[in-house]
């Protein structure tokens, strides 16, 4: 009887021109056939898409579309040379061809950078414009602040469940490209410190580029972590000095310079 209903049915496809595949579920993840499990643990596609949503969290607060190569502008630095020392304006313009040529280059194990100044002279900015130009070649970028990972890293510590994993830890380490904008500023504690440790030290041991910025200088780095930190940091990142005065305030002092 059993055959039977198989060859009948067999005959019903064959009349309305179907195969037994055509019938079958097309699953988007054939592994877990799209229920998110495999054995009671989550499938990799499920993993997967929960990566992606952090991603997308992360990245949510990043201006990534309003800075650009294009629209910054070297007339806020002073052409002034002081002491026979090259002028703002020279050492600006030296950064920034530094700046678009490792955007130009990018690819999966470029160098590593930090950005050093006092704020507002440019630092996010032009970290911003490498990262579009990598998002446009195809590569994953994560941007955010020193605080805004701290707090997630903190908030999933303490949080964490088998569907949540270390979804901000593994997006740290595992992007093509992370921008840690303005480092030092975050809320200090032993658990932060070594966290941001270990997400630089393992990008360096993987060979994926990080760019840091900050407003402190070497000394006050060391201070705030470790001379072990600043020891990875001075042995495997090129350090950009930014100069200059606030480009912001200035902005703000003169609307009609912001328009020139």
Not at 20 to 45: N, W
Not at 60 to 73: A, K, N, Q, V, W
């Amino acid at each position: 009887e059993n055959l039977s209903l198989q060859k009948q049915f067999a005959d019903l496809l064959a009349a309305h021109g179907l195969t037994r595949a055509d019938i079958e579920p097309q699953y988007t993840c054939k592994r877990c056939e799209d229920t998110g499990y495999v054995d009671g643990r989550i499938c990799s596609c499920y993993r997967s898409l929960l990566k992606q949503i952090a991603y997308e969290n992360l990245n949510r607060i990043s201006p990534l579309t309003l800075s650009s190569f294009e629209d910054f502008s070297l007339l806020y630095y002073s052409d002034v040379s002081v002491n026979g020392e090259r002028s703002d304006r020279e050492q600006m313009r030296n950064i920034f061809n530094y700046c678009r040529r490792y955007a130009d280059n990018f690819k999966k194990d470029s160098g590593n950078l930090l950005f050093t100044g006092a704020t507002g002279l440019g630092k996010t900015h032009l970290s911003l414009a490498i990262a579009a130009e990598a998002i446009n070649k195809g590569f994953g970028v994560v941007y955010g602040t020193a605080q805004t990972f701290a707090l997630s890293l903190e908030r999933e510590r303490f949080t964490r469940t088998e569907e949540s994993g270390d979804d901000t830890l593994d997006l740290l380490n595992d992007c093509d490209l992370l921008i840690i904008d303005d480092l030092g500023m975050e809320i200090s504690s032993s658990y932060i410190m070594s966290a941001i440790y270990n997400v630089i030290d393992t990008r360096i041991m993987l060979k994926k580029p990080t760019i840091i910025s900050t407003n402190l200088s070497m000394l006050e780095l060391e201070k705030r972590y470790t001379e072990r930190f600043v020891s990875r940091v001075i042995g495997f990142y090129d350090r950009l000095p930014f100069r200059g005065k606030d480009i912001r305030m200035q902005k703000k002092l003169n609307p009609q310079n912001k328009q020139n």
